[in-house]
């Protein structure tokens, strides 16, 4: 599964920016999709993961302020971020997780990812 993410940039704090990212080559309307970051020195996070039934769940970070949505005719999804701190500067990622009776895995490329810088 390919994915292409964009909508990164700088932004003031305070500010706001929307993520999207679509996927294409097999991606099934059971897979999950979520956003990852990662921040300079760090591992990579899950930020917020979204089913294809539209269930959602968020890292304590992204809770309150990050929302994300799944467009699953477009293969797409979407992170809109609000009240954007200078802690959540880093690259974000999205990707597919598909899970079966024995457990889950990510099934997509990493790509290069969107950089999202929050200063002044």
């Known amino acids: 599964v390919q994915l292409q993410a964009s909508g990164g940039g700088l932004v003031q704090p305070g500010g706001s920016l929307r993520l999207s990212c679509v996927a294409s080559?097999?991606?099934?309307?059971?897979?999950?999709m979520g956003w990852y970051r990662q921040i300079p020195g760090r591992e990579r996070e899950l930020v917020a993961q979204?089913?294809?039934?539209?269930?959602?769940n968020y890292a304590s970070f992204a809770k309150g302020r990050f929302s994300i949505s799944r467009d699953v005719a477009q293969n797409a999804v979407y992170l809109q971020m609000n009240s954007l701190k200078s802690a959540d500067t880093a690259v974000y990622y999205c990707n597919v997780e598909r899970c079966n009776d024995y457990g889950c895995v990510l099934v997509g490329s990493w790509g290069q990812g969107t950089l999202v810088t929050v200063s002044s």
């Open positions: 979204v089913t294809g039934s539209g269930r959602s």
């Open positions: 080559g097999g991606i099934l309307s059971s897979d999950d």
